[in-house]
C-alpha cells in the first residue's frame, strides 16, 4: 500500500520537519538478544538434547550426556568403561599412517555401544575394536618387502552409538555428516541385537550419496555385523531379510540347531529331551523354536510341550523352576535344552537341584550363548565368598558360542591356518592379553570380509554398491577363510551358511573348556578349495 501522506518515513504527521528515528534504549537490545539466545536455546534443545563438545565429531547426548559420535582415534571415551586409551592411540596412529602415505584409502565404520557401566560387555568390546585393528593393520601391509602397499588402504572410524545403542540417532547423523570428507564405505560391528541396532541398520541401508542413482537392493552402506545373533534381523515373520546386511556370528536359531544336530551325533540311538522356555525374552524364543523344530525325529523324542517361564521384570522365577522340578523329576529327560538366559540358568539349577527326587537325577543342560554368564556368575559367587561357587555333581553344562580359538585344533580345515597364525601372532604380540571370549575374533573376520570385498571390486575408489554386489558372491568357492571359521554368505539372507559354531564345557569349579565344534548341520561348512 503507498504513502497515502507524501510524508517521508520518520516526518511527524504534525511538523513540517523530518524527525530524527527514534534511538532505541540499550535495554531493548538486551531484550532482544536475550529473547534470540533463549530461542535458539529452545530449538536446540530440542533438536540436541545436550550439546557439549567432547571432541571434534563427539558430543555429549541422553540423559547421562554420555560422549558418542565418530572419531579416528583422537578420543578414547573416557566416560565408558571399557579402558579404550590403548586401543584408540593405536588405531589413530595407524589411521595417520594410512593418510600420510599418499595412497587412496576408504574407511570402516565400526559400531560400538559403550555404557559407563562396567560389566563383562565393556572387556568384549575393547576385545572388539583390538579384533578389528588386528585386522586393518594386518590387511594393510603389503604382501612382502618388495611389493606395494595394497589399495585402497583401510582406515577405522569408531561410532559410539551409546549404552545398548540408545543414541544411535545422534551418532548416524554425525557419522553421515563425514561419510563423503572421510571416504566412508562400509559399516561394521553394529553392538546388541536391539530395537535401536535395526534401527541404525535400517538407517544405514537407507543412506544414499546425493545424486547416486543405485537399485533398492544395492542403496545404502554395507553392513557386516560381527556379533548380531537374533534371528529377526534376517528373517523376521514379515520383514524378510534385511538385503544388504552380512554377519560373521551365528544366529540364534542356528546355534539351537547346531546344539540339536551335536546331541543326534553323538548319541546316534536316541535321547528324550525338554525344553524349559522364557516365555518374554526374543533370544530364549528364537532358541527355543529352533530346537523344537530341529530335534524330534526319529529316536530323539520331546517328552512334553516347553516347559514355561517369564523372565519379565518383576517376575521372580524360582518359585516356577520349583513347580517345574517335581515334573522333570517325572519325566527324567536325557537332556535339558534351556532356551533362556544365564542369570536365569542358576536360579534353575539351584532350583531343581534342591527338589529331592525319588530316584537321583542327572541333569544334562545345554542352551545357547548367553550361558557364558552362567560362568560369569559362577566366577563372582567364588570372588565374593571363601567357599566355591561349584556345580552339584549330577548337573553339566555345555553352551553354544559364537567364536573360540578351541576350533583351531580340530583335524579338519575348519579356518584359514593363515589367517589363524596372523591373528593368533598379532593379539599376543601386540595385545598380550586373552583373546578367547571370540569378540575379538568375531571383529577381525568382519572387518577382513569388508576389505576383502572392497578390493574384489578390482577399483582403489569403489562404490558402496559395487561393494554391496560383491559380498553376495562371498560364498562357496568365494568363501572367506577367517579365524572364526569359513565364511560363505548367503546371498539372500546374509547369514553364513552352515557356519562352525565351537561348544564351550562348564567345568564344576566354573571354568570354562573348549567341548567341540557343531553346526546347523553338525558339519561346519569347508570351501570346496580346500576340502
Not at 583373546?435 to 571390486?457: E, K, N, P, Q
Request: overall charge negative; some cysteine.
Amino acid at each position: 500500500m503507498g504513502n497515502l501522506t507524501g510524508l517521508k518515513i520518520g516526518e511527524s504527521l504534525f511538523r513540517s520537519n523530518p524527525l530524527p528515528p527514534p534511538r532505541p534504549s540499550p535495554w531493548y537490545f538486551l531484550l532482544v538478544g536475550a529473547t534470540v539466545l533463549a530461542l535458539l536455546a529452545g530449538f536446540v534443545a530440542i533438536v540436541y538434547p545436550s550439546v557439549g563438545r567432547c571432541s571434534s565429531g563427539v558430543y555429549q547426548s541422553g540423559p547421562n550426556s554420555q560422549c558418542v559420535g565418530v572419531t579416528a582415534g583422537s578420543y578414547a571415551f573416557p566416560d565408558s568403561a571399557s579402558d579404550l586409551a590403548d586401543i584408540m592411540a593405536k588405531i589413530g596412529r595407524e589411521n595417520q599412517r594410512v593418510v600420510e602415505s599418499g595412497v587412496h584409502f576408504e574407511s570402516i565404520a565400526y559400531v560400538v555401544p559403550l555404557s559407563s557401566d562396567e560389566s563383562g560387555l565393556s572387556v568384549a568390546l575393547r576385545h572388539e575394536l583390538q579384533g578389528a585393528y588386528a585386522a586393518q593393520v594386518e590387511k594393510n601391509k603389503p604382501a612382502d618387502a618388495s611389493s606395494a602397499l595394497p589399495q585402497p588402504q583401510v582406515r577405522l572410524l569408531i561410532v559410539n552409538v551409546g549404552p545398548d545403542g540408545s543414541e544411535w540417532q545422534r551418532a548416524f547423523n554425525l557419522l553421515a555428516d563425514v561419510i563423503e570428507q572421510e571416504h566412508v564405505i562400509a559399516v561394521t560391528g553394529l553392538g546388541q541385537s536391539n530395537d535401536n541396532t535395526r534401527a541404525m541398520i535400517a538407517a544405514v541401508r537407507e543412506y544414499v550419496d546425493a545424486g547416486e542413482d543405485v537399485d533398492a537392493g544395492e542403496a545404502g552402506l554395507p553392513l557386516v555385523a560381527s556379533r548380531l545373533t537374533a534371528d529377526d534381523l534376517a528373517d523376521g515373520p514379515s520383514e524378510g531379510p534385511v538385503e544388504g546386511l552380512y554377519r560373521i556370528g551365528p544366529t540364534n536359531g542356528d546355534q539351537a540347531s547346531a546344539m540339536a544336530a551335536l546331541l543326534k551325533r553323538e548319541t546316534p540311538n536316541g535321547l528324550t529331551a525338554v525344553v524349559v522356555q522364557d516365555t518374554f525374552d526374543a533370544y530364549a524364543q528364537d532358541l527355543g523354536r529352533a530346537f523344537l523344530n530341529a530335534y524330534p525325529s526319529g529316536p530323539f523324542r520331546l517328552l512334553s510341550s516347553p516347559l514355561p517361564y517369564s523372565s519379565e521384570q518383576g517376575s521372580e522365577p524360582s518359585g516356577i523352576f520349583g513347580l517345574m522340578a517335581r515334573n522333570i523329576c517325572i519325566l527324567k529327560p536325557d537332556v535339558i535344552y534351556f532356551a533362556g538366559r544365564g542369570a536365569q540358568l542358576r536360579t534353575f539349577i539351584s532350583t531343581v537341584t534342591a527338589e529331592a527326587c525319588i530316584q537321583p537325577l542327572q541333569l544334562n543342560i545345554v542352551t545357547g550363548d548367553d550361558g557364558v554368564d552362567l560362568a560369569t556368575l559362577l566366577e563372582l559367587e567364588q570372588e565374593e565368598s571363601s567357599a566355591p561357587a561349584n556345580l552339584p555333581e549330577n548337573v553339566s553344562v555345555r553352551y553354544t558360542t559364537l567364536a573360540h580359538p578351541g576350533i583351531w585344533s580340530e583335524p579338519e580345515s575348519l579356518t584359514n591356518p593363515i589367517e589363524q597364525d596372523r591373528f593368533e601372532q598379532f593379539t599376543q604380540n601386540v595385545f598380550g592379553e586373552n583373546l578367547s571370549d571370540g569378540a575379538a575374533m568375531c571383529a577381525y573376520d568382519a572387518v577382513s570380509s569388508l576389505i576383502a570385498a572392497i578390493r574384489a571390486t578390482g577399483t582403489s575408489d569403489p562404490a558402496p554398491r559395487e561393494v554391496n554386489q560383491v559380498l553376495k558372491q562371498l560364498n562357496n568357492a568365494n568363501s572367506i577363510g577367517g579365524v572364526t571359521g569359513w565364511i560363505s554368505f548367503d546371498p539372500m539372507t546374509g547369514i553364513s551358511t552352515d557356519k562352525a559354531i565351537p561348544v564351550l564345557r562348564l567345568q564344576r569349579d566354573g571354568s570354562v573348556t573348549y567341548d567341540r565344534v557343531t553346526s546347523r548341520s553338525a558339519s561346519p561348512f569347508v570351501s570346496p578349495l580346500v576340502r
